[in-house]
T-cell receptor, first 114, second 110 residues
Framework: DAGVTQSPTHLIKTRGQQVTLRCSPKSGHDTVSWYQQALGQGPQFIFQYYEEEERQRGNFPDRFSGHQFPNYSSELNVNALLLGDSALYLC?????????????FGDGTRLSIL | RKEVEQDPGPFNVPEGATVAFNCTYSNSASQSFFWYRQDCRKEPKLLMSVYSSGNEDGRFTAQLNRASQYISLLIRDSKLSDSATYLCVVNMRAGNMLTFGGGTRLMVKP
C-alpha cells in the first residue's frame, strides 16, 4: 500500500523562475493538501484540493497555484520565485469525508532558490 | 498572536526522564487535535490524536483542556530515539486544514 509520494526530492531554482512540484496521495485518499515549511518553523497550509477544485486556501499569494487530476494526484506551481520561497514543500493526503482525521505526509520536496 | 503556540525549546533531558510539552490554540471552535513528530529534515509523522478524555499510547499521554484551549503531551521514560521536534496540530476550521505550532525540540541525552 503506497503512501504519499512526492517528486522531485530536491530542486534548485533561481529568482524569477517557475517550479512545479508533484504529489500522489496515499491509496484510497481523495484529498490533497499542500504545506510550506520554512527552516525552524512549523508547516503552513497553502491550499487543499478535492474533486479537482481548490477547496480551502491559506494566506499565500496568487503566485502559488495548484491542480488536481482525475486520479487524485496533484501539482503545486509557484511562479516568479523569490528567495523567501526556499522551503520544504509537503503534500498530505486524506479522505474528504474524514474531517477531523489526521493527514498523511509525503517526504517533501526541498526547494532552494538562489 | 499565533493560532497555535508552543515553547520552541530545546528541552534537554537525560534518558529515563519524564518530559511534558504544552501547546495553546486561539480558536475555541477548533475541532480536532494531534501531536506529530518530525525528525530532522524529514516529514511530520502522526504520533497520536488528542481526545477530550485524554489518551495514552505506551509511554505517551496526551491531554486536551477545551476550556483553557490547552493541549499537552507527556513522555515517560525518555529514550534516545525520542529526540525530535514535536508539533502541536489543530484542525481549526471546517474542512481538513491543519494549523501547526512552531514545534518543540526535544533532545534526550545518555
Amino acid at each position: 500500500d503506497a503512501g504519499v509520494t512526492q517528486s522531485p526530492t530536491h530542486l534548485i531554482k533561481t529568482r524569477g523562475q517557475q517550479v512545479t512540484l508533484r504529489c500522489s496521495p496515499k491509496s484510497g485518499h481523495d484529498t490533497v493538501s499542500w504545506y510550506q515549511q520554512a527552516l525552524g518553523q512549523g508547516p503552513q497550509f497553502i491550499f487543499q484540493y478535492y474533486e479537482e477544485e481548490e477547496r480551502q486556501r491559506g494566506n499565500f499569494p496568487d503566485r502559488f497555484s495548484g491542480h488536481q487530476f482525475p486520479n487524485y494526484s496533484s501539482e503545486l506551481n509557484v511562479n516568479a520565485l523569490l528567495l523567501g520561497d526556499s522551503a520544504l514543500y509537503l503534500c498530505a493526503s486524506s479522505l474528504w469525508t474524514g474531517v477531523g482525521q489526521p493527514q498523511h505526509f509525503g517526504d517533501g520536496t526541498r526547494l532552494s532558490i538562489l | 498572536r499565533k493560532e497555535v503556540e508552543q515553547d520552541p525549546g530545546p528541552f534537554n533531558v537525560p534518558e529515563g526522564a519524564t518530559v511534558a510539552f504544552n501547546c495553546t490554540y486561539s480558536n475555541s471552535a477548533s475541532q480536532s487535535f494531534f501531536w506529530y513528530r518530525q525528525d530532522c529534515r524529514k516529514e511530520p509523522k502522526l504520533l497520536m490524536s488528542v481526545y477530550s478524555s485524554g489518551n495514552e499510547d505506551g509511554r505517551f499521554t496526551a491531554q486536551l483542556n477545551r476550556a483553557s484551549q490547552y493541549i499537552s503531551l507527556l513522555i515517560r521514560d525518555s529514550k534516545l530515539s525520542d529526540s525530535a521536534t514535536y508539533l502541536c496540530v489543530v484542525n481549526m476550521r471546517a474542512g481538513n486544514m491543519l494549523t501547526f505550532g512552531g514545534g518543540t525540540r526535544l533532545m534526550v541525552k545518555p
